[in-house]
T-cell receptor, first 114, second 109 residues
Framework: IAGITQAPTSQILAAGRRMTLRCTQDMRHNAMYWYRQDLGLGLRLIHYSNTAGTTGKGEVPDGYSVSRANTDDFPLTLASAVPSQTSVYFC?????????????FGPGTRLTVL | GQNIDQPTEMTATEGAIVQINCTYQTSGFNGLFWYQQHAGEAPTFLSYNVLDGLEEKGRFSSFLSRSKGYSYLLLKELQMKDSASYLCAHMDSNYQLIWGAGTKLIIKP
């Protein structure tokens, strides 16, 4: 593994189903983020984690949950998917320990909820 | 409140120069980022400005005016591979990034 990986690459999901999007980084970055990207809108922050064991809510957290059991993994769970959660989901981690360090993105997961 | 605006789409010619503008409003500011995103791919970091002025990095330069809440990304000697979306984001007082919707740049031969 080099950098940030996400799985699955894409998924079609029936409404009401539970789904976990996986994110793993091997750069030992403390901070990690989940964004969704929709056409015509900027990236919107769903949840974040400044360090292992802590999480926080972003701009659009409703319907999503996260956990950060260790430094490398930051899964995003949709407890009961709805069509409005159809989007491209990006995981990111922040290099270095400075607050203003650069965020690096995973390749994304394209999720369609029917 | 916080707001960030950039043009939706721009067109330029191969070999030319293009300037993509970004304006923002924020109660707290910790820097301005520019990212490039090719269609179907992840955003990749281009530049970071926290002080006023111009930062040059090869064919790409980024400018910031904090008093005007304004930044631009300047791309010189345009190449076809520069066709992409360019995302502007400012870092707020909580060190979270607030993103613009992106500017789709179309390069024509």
């Amino acid at each position: 593994i080099a950098g940030i990986t996400q799985a699955p690459t894409s998924q079609i999901l029936a409404a009401g189903r539970r789904m976990t999007l996986r994110c793993t980084q091997d750069m030992r970055h403390n901070a990690m983020y989940w964004y969704r990207q929709d056409l015509g809108l900027g990236l919107r922050l769903i949840h974040y984690s400044n360090t292992a064991g802590t999480t926080g809510k972003g701009e659009v957290p409703d319907g999503y949950s996260v956990s950060r059991a260790n430094t490398d993994d930051f899964p995003l769970t949709l407890a009961s998917a709805v069509p409005s959660q159809t989007s491209v989901y990006f995981c990111a981690s922040k290099g270095g320990n400075g607050d203003t360090d650069t965020q690096y993105f995973g390749p994304g997961t394209r999720l369609t909820v029917l | 409140g916080q707001n960030i605006d950039q043009p939706t789409e721009m067109t330029a010619t191969e070999g030319a120069i293009v300037q993509i503008n970004c304006t923002y409003q924020t109660s707290g500011f910790n820097g301005l980022f520019w990212y490039q995103q090719h269609a179907g791919e992840a955003p990749t970091f281009l530049s970071y400005n926290v002080l006023d002025g111009l930062e040059e990095k090869g064919r790409f330069s980024s400018f910031l005016s904090r008093s005007k809440g304004y930044s631009y990304l300047l791309l010189k000697e345009l190449q076809m591979k520069d066709s992409a979306s360019y995302l502007c984001a400012h870092m707020d007082s909580n060190y979270q990034l607030i993103w613009g919707a992106g500017t789709k740049l179309i390069i024509k031969p």
